[in-house]
């Protein structure tokens, strides 16, 4: 059974203070992770994929990155607007399905 | 820019009525889904639909079915509700993918049902 495991549950930072959030996941076979993010009371809103180790991907503040056993979402000199819940997923090949981490939520102080 | 729509932001309901949820998507999606999120246990998958009457159950079917009588559009239905059911629940789409492509999905806003 594929589990992805998300660390820490909970971020507190002071704006401008950068971070990593890491998803360490166990599928027999990646074929892509997938980064998240969500605000309350919403939808979870796509962020990136990452097919293969050392693959790296960048959006604005975030920077996701990619190994063979986990992959961290990298947040750089964050802002309040950055607050929100970061979910990870994984898909094993010839399957449909994601297997989403229980998520961290980031909470940024101005 | 995809969009999924769902019927509903805010339900309420009474123990063992038959509640209908509404999903749609405006992208020619092959594959559909419906999720529910509780605290502490994240997004656990319910149904899937890769083509328009097929469905597959995910990790926790018990007590949902499903409908996809046209390609755009996924219901889930509970058919007597209970308390345990109350949750956030999440519709997705994607794309039907190919050897080696991704298949990224895309969520509706949520329905959070209460069920008292």
């Known amino acids: 059974e594929d589990q992805v495991t998300q660390s820490p549950e909970a971020l507190r930072l002071q704006e401008g203070e950068s971070s990593s959030l890491n998803c360490s996941y166990t599928v027999s076979g990646l074929r892509g992770l997938f980064w998240y993010r969500q605000d309350p009371g919403k939808g979870p809103e796509f962020l990136f994929t990452?097919?293969?180790a050392g693959e790296e991907k960048e959006k604005e503040r975030l920077k996701a990155t990619l190994t063979k056993k986990e992959s961290f979402l990298h947040i750089t000199a964050p802002k309040p607007e950055d607050s929100a819940t970061y979910l990870c997923a994984v898909q094993a090949p010839n399957d449909y399905k994601l297997s989403f981490g229980a998520g961290t939520t980031v909470t940024v102080r101005a | 820019d995809v969009k999924v729509t769902q019927s509903s932001r805010y339900l309420v309901k009474r123990t063992g009525e038959k509640v209908f949820l509404e999903c749609v998507q405006d992208m020619d999606h092959e594959n559909m889904f419906w999720y529910r999120q509780d605290p502490g246990l994240g997004l656990r998958l319910i149904y899937f639909s890769y083509d328009v009457k097929m469905k597959e159950k995910g990790d926790i079917p018990e007590g949902y079915s499903v409908s996809r009588e046209k390609k755009e559009r996924f219901s889930l239905i509970l058919e007597s509700a209970s308390t345990n059911q109350t949750s956030m629940y999440l519709c997705?789409?994607?794309?039907?993918?190919?050897?080696?492509?991704?298949?990224?999905?895309?969520f509706g806003p949520g329905t959070r049902l209460t069920v008292l």
């Open positions: 990452l097919y293969s």
């Open positions: 997705a789409s994607s794309p039907l993918g190919s050897g080696g492509t991704y298949n990224e999905q895309f």
